[in-house]
Structure formats: C-alpha cells, structure tokens
C-alpha cells in the first residue's frame, strides 16, 4: 500500500511553519512585558532613594529643630526669671503692693514719677509675657510641622516600599513565565527539525518505492518477453501438432482445477508495500500483477477465481482513493491485504505497508466486506 507522501509532507510542513511562527510571538509579548517591569523597578528605585534622601534632610531638620526648640525653652526660662526680678523690684519698701508703692508718694510729682515707674514695668512685663506667648506658640507650630512632615515622607516611603514589593513579586511571575516559553520553543525548534527529518525520509520512501516499482516492471516485462520467446521456439521445434494440442488441453485442465501457471515464484515487490506482505503471507499469488488495484484483473487473467465474495485466505482489492475502514488508499496505486475471517458483513484483514507504524506487517483491521472492489481466491 502506497499512501500520498507529498500530501503527507505538505502537513507536516505546515506544522513547523506554526510552531515557528506562533511561540516566538508570545514570547515577544512576555519578553516585552519584563522589560516595561524592570523599567517600572528601576524608576521606584530611583523614587524609594530621593523618599529616603527627604527622609533624611527632614530628620536633620528635626534635630536642628529640636536645637531650636531647646534654645527657645531656655530664652522663656531666662524671660521668666526676668519677670520674677521686675516684680520683686515693684515691692519697695515691703509694701508689696505698686499700688502701695505710688500712695507712699511724699509729694505729687513723686506719685507721677512712680506712677510712670509702675506703668513702665507693667508694660515691659507685658511685652516679655507677649513675647513669650508668640515664641511658644511658634515652638510647637514647628513642632507639629516637623513632625507632620517626616511622618508622611515615611508613608510615601512605605507605599514605594510595597510597590516595589509587588513588582518584584511580578517580575518573578514574568521571568519564570518566560523561562518556560524558552523552553517550548526549544522543544518546538527542536520538534521542527525532526519533523523536516521526517518529511525528507518519506521523499526518500516514495522515490526510493517509484524506483523498485520501475525496476519491477522492467524486470515483469523482460521475464515475460523470454516466457514468449521459449513458447515460440518450443511451437516451432514441435512437429507433432497432437502432442501440442494435448499439451494445451492440459493446460486448461491445470487451469480449471486451480493449478495456475503463473502463481508463487519469489517476492519480487518492493519491501514495505501492501503487495509485498500479502506475496510474503500467500505464496500462490502472482510473481507480479502491478499495483494493488491492478491484481484483480491480473489474477483474473492468470485464472484465478475473483469475485466478490470474502473468504478465509482470499485477497481483498481495494481501488485506488476507496475508504478501507477509515483510511484511504492512495490513487492510483490502490491496496491489497489477506482475508484472515469473515463474519457476516464484516472482514477480518492483515495487511503491511508504508503508512502503517509497522510497514512489514501485520496490521489487523476488521471492516465492512464491501469496502473492497473484489476478492482473489487461492
């Protein structure tokens, strides 16, 4: 059995050229998408390095604050002990009381002098109590500022922190998953070249069986011009027409009774073909009756009884492009396998040839009897 090898090769190629076209393309995309993460990595590197730097100027900020802030705690201790000194000055002549101190007066313009003395030292108290207000006030303004400043820097630092986090996380998920695609697509470069391997074998299978077919023919032919010849030199040496007569009466008897002249011999098909198992499994067949879908016709010819009816032992002829039970038979070339049972509208069959995995035989396969165009019996 032949089966279309170039039909066969244009499939396989036409996988290859998928397997090559398709996986680098999703590896594109994945390679793709690493490349923009890395980028996005580097960029919140760069954003976590200025967070810190900020981080760090505000918490040398804070500590000049803090120095600040001590410096102003001890101007309000020393405005404080300014205070006492001033009130302890109003108390004159341990009255104290500046009310006192103005009524004690000896005369008028003593009363305005010390009224005016009194006025002065209040407002100054006002003043330094303003003062000090202002400064307190402006102490823990900064304070808050300062501290309200580093703590959302740190949280800025944070949130860049976990995006960092996540896209580590993603940047794994990418490099493994491209990982894997490398691999497919040496697994898929490699399945390409054995594929090739495996187109350019069957080239080789279908030229090498053209070959053994062009050699059996010419063999066929030469060995039946020879058969031809010896029959003509044996009629032209025979001068006894009787004995010829008789000679071909037994014959056809030999022929009648299913003693066919042209059977057995040895396998002269091409190994690996459908004809060649069933020469191999039956003997009696011709030495070569051409391509499967020939033999009916030339077992005909031979005299053998062909007809369409199985039977044990007999030899199924398939045409060339019939469905045997599921496959078709190559045109042009048809197929050829040996009847191992019947059973009712079924056949049990072995068979060899080049598209099966194991070409020498057999491959059993049991399928409708009517699949085949006719039947040779031994």
Same mark, same amino acid.
């Given at each position: 059995m032949k089966k279309n090898l170039l039909s066969q090769c244009a499939i396989v190629l036409a996988t290859v050229t998928t397997m090559s076209v398709v996986a680098p393309a999703v590896s594109a995309d994945t390679a793709s998408d690493l490349n923009d993460v890395n980028t996005e990595i580097a960029a919140t590197k760069k954003k976590i390095a200025d967070s810190q730097k900020k981080i760090d100027a505000a918490t040398e900020l804070q500590m000049e604050k803090s120095q600040k802030i001590n410096d102003l705690k001890v101007q309000i201790s020393k405005r404080d002990g300014q205070l006492k000194k001033q009130a302890q000055s109003a108390q004159i002549n341990n009255s104290g009381s500046m009310l006192k101190f103005v009524t004690d007066s000896d005369s008028i313009s003593d009363a305005l002098g010390r009224t005016v003395t009194v006025a002065r030292v209040v407002h100054a108290n006002n003043q330094t109590m303003e003062q000090q207000k202002n400064d307190q006030e402006q102490v823990e303004k900064e304070q808050a500022d300062l501290t309200k400043s580093v703590k959302d820097e740190k949280n800025e630092n944070l949130n860049l922190l976990r995006m960092k986090a996540?896209?580590?996380?993603?940047?794994?998920?990418?490099?493994?998953?491209?990982?894997?695609?490398?691999?497919?697509?040496?697994?898929?470069?490699?399945?390409?070249?054995?594929?090739?391997?495996?187109?350019?074998?069957?080239?080789?299978?279908?030229?090498?069986?053209?070959e053994a077919d062009k050699a059996h023919n010419a063999a066929n032919a030469d060995a039946a011009q020879k058969n031809r010849d010896n029959q003509n030199d044996a009629v032209s040496k025979d001068d006894n027409s009787n004995n010829n007569t008789a000679k071909v009466q037994v014959q056809q008897v030999n022929l009648?009774?299913?003693?066919?002249?042209?059977?057995? %011999?040895?396998?002269?098909?091409?190994?690996?073909?459908?004809?060649y198992y069933v020469k191999m499994m039956a003997p009696w067949v011709g030495g070569y009756w051409g391509n499967g879908q020939q033999w009916a016709s030339s077992a005909a010819a031979a005299g053998f009884r062909v007809d369409h009816t199985p039977s044990a032992g007999s030899v199924a002829v398939y045409a060339g492009g019939?469905?045997?039970?599921?496959?078709?038979?190559?045109?042009?070339?048809?197929?050829?396998?040996?009847?191992?049972?019947?059973?009712?509208?079924?056949?049990?069959?072995?068979?060899?040839?080049? %598209?099966?995995?194991n070409p020498m035989g057999p491959n059993t396969q049991t399928l409708s009897a009517g699949a085949a165009m006719a039947y040779i019996h031994p």
């Amino acid at each position: 059995m032949k089966k279309n090898l170039l039909s066969q090769c244009a499939i396989v190629l036409a996988t290859v050229t998928t397997m090559s076209v398709v996986a680098p393309a999703v590896s594109a995309d994945t390679a793709s998408d690493l490349n923009d993460v890395n980028t996005e990595i580097a960029a919140t590197k760069k954003k976590i390095a200025d967070s810190q730097k900020k981080i760090d100027a505000a918490t040398e900020l804070q500590m000049e604050k803090s120095q600040k802030i001590n410096d102003l705690k001890v101007q309000i201790s020393k405005r404080d002990g300014q205070l006492k000194k001033q009130a302890q000055s109003a108390q004159i002549n341990n009255s104290g009381s500046m009310l006192k101190f103005v009524t004690d007066s000896d005369s008028i313009s003593d009363a305005l002098g010390r009224t005016v003395t009194v006025a002065r030292v209040v407002h100054a108290n006002n003043q330094t109590m303003e003062q000090q207000k202002n400064d307190q006030e402006q102490v823990e303004k900064e304070q808050a500022d300062l501290t309200k400043s580093v703590k959302d820097e740190k949280n800025e630092n944070l949130n860049l922190l976990r995006m960092k986090a996540d896209l580590d996380s993603k940047q794994a998920d990418l490099t493994a998953k491209k990982n894997k695609e490398d691999a497919t697509a040496q697994e898929n470069a490699k399945a390409a070249k054995e594929a090739a391997q495996k187109v350019k074998d069957a080239k080789d299978l279908e030229t090498a069986g053209r070959e053994a077919d062009k050699a059996h023919n010419a063999a066929n032919a030469d060995a039946a011009q020879k058969n031809r010849d010896n029959q003509n030199d044996a009629v032209s040496k025979d001068d006894n027409s009787n004995n010829n007569t008789a000679k071909v009466q037994v014959q056809q008897v030999n022929l009648s009774s299913g003693q066919h002249g042209h059977g057995g %011999g040895a396998n002269g098909y091409p190994a690996g073909q459908c004809t060649y198992y069933v020469k191999m499994m039956a003997p009696w067949v011709g030495g070569y009756w051409g391509n499967g879908q020939q033999w009916a016709s030339s077992a005909a010819a031979a005299g053998f009884r062909v007809d369409h009816t199985p039977s044990a032992g007999s030899v199924a002829v398939y045409a060339g492009g019939a469905n045997v039970g599921g496959w078709t038979a190559a045109p042009g070339y048809g197929h050829v396998a040996l009847v191992q049972s019947v059973n009712g509208g079924s056949v049990t069959i072995t068979q060899g040839g080049t %598209g099966f995995s194991n070409p020498m035989g057999p491959n059993t396969q049991t399928l409708s009897a009517g699949a085949a165009m006719a039947y040779i019996h031994p």
